[in-house]
């Protein structure tokens, strides 16, 4: 028994470039034998303390080039794949997250395709062993948007929903044409078992297109996407809070009658905003308690001019006071490097009160903060150009439905390299090799650790049928391939 080599993947993966036809190396996706139609993105852990929150982290990666297979991602502590879904007919994934679903943990996304800043597609919902559970649409003939996809306690669901129409656009700042194009914004809450509407918010009824920071676009076949909502979320009583990228505002809604309550932050505030309480192209809002609020902030919809003063996102806490109508700025969250993103995002409340930010547009980072506002885990995806909409820290035990996989390959040199995967188990923590030349005479042949969604390891052996079998931090068999021959 003698284990020559152990590494986690594949160094890169081979790529179809349209222009060319041919095969081309990108050191920044793996590759894998047992799972050669998966593709991942890499991701760089920066920094970990002991102090950070165990958790597993949701993501999905997504860069603007045409050969890029995108897919809901989760990886470990230290940025490892645990699991990961290509999507091999296209289309995205945004909103990667764990939630709860009749009780059960799931794993939920929205899955489709991006348009100009917004989306056409659905929820999907799946549980611990990556099955199919559901599916949630959008209801009255609208598509979902990708911006939110949140399940509530009595297994609703809180999802946006864009709809193109044409209204009067002369009181649009700049102004418009008569009859132009928009992009309107609705908030409704779905019954996911039977996709009934229960609640609908027209956000054209109660916000003028005076209170946007949008201005019409030139091109008369591109709406005006006035509003732009980012999130949706229940509040302590019971009702609706939603985000306007576009408005720089937060609206209150009631989730019975569907009508406006409060408008905070923007033009037409209800509330007193205190010194540094306001947010510019903000995504995501939670009420955390009765007083107090969480955001994120990108703070900007484009890089500043050079020679102009810096500025960059943050995530913040506010002080809500909703008898008084006053809001005062808690505390900001900044990552070291003064990331600036100028669109997606969020900021997350764990136990602790850490907080985990997914800095979104174009900067690669996702971070957990203490209590403090001190970085205690932080990661990157490798590849410049790549970004996550949103990300999220969390407990996941994962056990997949189907078996382990296991590829046994014999070099030049006679020693055989053994890949193993089983894509979704959080509770591998080591391989056991079983050889031997017929099934009946398999024999432990050597152990390496799990360290990543493919593990190989490169064993002095002339056996020529291979098995491995799943072992957790204990030792206990979880489960075992099937048995397969070598090849060259």
Do not use: C
């Not at 609208?142 to 939110?148: A, S, V, W």
Request: glycine residues 10%; positive net charge.
């Amino acid at each position: 028994m003698a284990v020559v080599s152990i590494v986690g993947a594949v160094a890169g993966a081979l790529l179809l470039t349209p222009s060319a036809g041919a095969f081309k190396f990108d050191a920044t996706l793996y590759a894998y034998k047992t799972l050669p139609a998966s593709t991942p993105e890499k991701v760089r852990l920066v920094s970990k303390k002991s102090t950070a929150n165990p958790g597993k982290v949701f993501l999905s990666a997504k860069r603007n080039t045409v050969n890029w297979q995108a897919g809901p991602t989760i990886l470990d502590e230290n940025a490892r794949i645990v699991w990961y879904k290509p999507f091999q007919d296209g289309g995205w994934a945004f909103n990667v997250r764990p939630q709860t679903y009749d009780g059960r943990p799931v794993v939920t996304w929205w899955q489709g395709k991006s348009l100009r800043g917004y989306g056409e597609g659905q929820g999907e919902i799946y549980d611990t062993a990556y099955r199919h559970v559901g599916t949630v649409k959008a209801g009255n003939g609208r598509k979902m948007d990708f911006h939110e996809f949140t399940i509530t306690p009595q297994n609703t669901a809180l999802i946006l929903a864009y709809q193109e129409q044409h209204d009067d656009l002369t009181k649009a700042p700049g102004g418009g044409p008569k009859k132009g194009l928009i992009l309107n914004n609705y908030v409704q809450e779905i019954d996911i078992e039977t996709g009934k509407v229960l609640m609908e918010w027209n956000a054209g009824k109660d916000v003028p297109y005076s209170d946007s920071y949008n201005t019409v676009p030139q091109a008369a076949e591109i709406s005006y996407d006035w509003m732009h909502l980012n999130a949706v979320n229940l509040t302590k009583d019971g009702n609706v809070v939603v985000s306007s990228r576009g408005t720089h505002a937060y609206y209150k809604i009631n989730r019975k009658t569907g009508k406006l309550m409060w408008t905070m932050g923007g033009r037409s505030s209800d509330f007193k905003m205190g010194k540094g309480s306001r947010t510019v192209f903000q995504h995501d809002v939670h009420q955390l308690s009765k007083s107090y609020w969480s955001v994120y902030d990108n703070n900007g919809d484009r890089p500043p001019p050079a020679g102009s003063p810096k500025i960059h996102s943050r995530g913040v806490i506010l002080e809500v006071d909703e008898k008084k109508m006053t809001v005062k700025l808690v505390q900001e969250f900044v990552h070291p490097k003064k990331i600036l993103a100028v669109s997606q995002g969020n900021m997350q409340s764990m136990a602790n009160r850490h907080k985990f930010i997914g800095w979104g547009g174009d900067t690669q980072y996702m971070t957990e903060f203490d209590s403090k506002g001190k970085v205690v885990w932080d990661a990157a995806l490798v590849s410049p150009g790549t970004d996550t909409f949103r990300a999220y820290k969390a407990p996941w035990v994962g056990t997949p439905a189907n078996d382990p996989l296991v590829d046994a390959e014999t070099g030049t040199d006679g020693k055989v390299t053994v890949a193993a995967s089983w894509n979704g188990s959080t509770e591998t923590a080591t391989w056991r090799v079983l050889a031997g030349d017929t099934d009946a005479d398999l024999k432990e042949l050597g152990t390496f650790a799990w360290t990543g969604l493919e593990t190989t390891g490169t064993f002095a052996t002339t056996a020529t049928r291979f098995r491995v079998e799943a072992l957790d931090r204990s030792g206990k068999v979880l489960r075992s391939s099937a048995v397969v021959a070598a090849h060259a």
